[in-house]
């Protein structure tokens, strides 16, 4: 697939808070992320949580108009690789508030669901928390690149000791890629995006 070139928006950005990372946006670059889970915890270990994360993140695609060019769900963490929403106003930080806060409230919505009354007393007054507060932004724009980091993401199950080859982890765009298969989240789908994008190279 090839790189995305900005139209609309052809200066780079700084968006930046004091101690808080610094994001560059409006370049037209496609933006790898990787969000942890609150204290690395395990919290993305069972099929169910990995599919209803998937099921937010397409969700979160559709609404704000981004492309997902690669993804992969891990037990305590996730990498996308995403280009900038089309949304007007909007960035790949709306997108990850949007997405963790989605997810993360019906995580605790369930949790609450399968308590009694006496525990959810104690529920309601514990401190709940789903992911880290950051996440990791690089931004990706040359191919070479591109390809690096979804490689870097397809391996990842892998190289974890999750399978034994990479079609077996049901949690990642490599399906899509390997066996062209429609998946739970629609990837590369560039008809969403107002930017040009480059002709494959003759």
Sequence with gaps: MCPVTALTLPRLYLVTVH???KRF?????LHFITCSCYQRRPLLDTQERRDL????LEQVRKRYRFVVVGYVVMPEHIHLLISEPQEQDKTPSTVMQALKLGFARRVLAQARRKLGPAQLSLFDHSPQHIWQKRFYDFNVWTEHKRIEKLRYMHRNPVQRGLVVSPELWRWSSFRSYFLGEVGPVKVNDWEVLK???RPPAA
């Design 53 to 56: 994360f998937l099921t937010v």
């Design 19 to 21: 101690h808080k990372p």
């Design 195 to 197: 930017m040009k994008i």
């Design 25 to 29: 946006y409006g370049a037209g670059h």
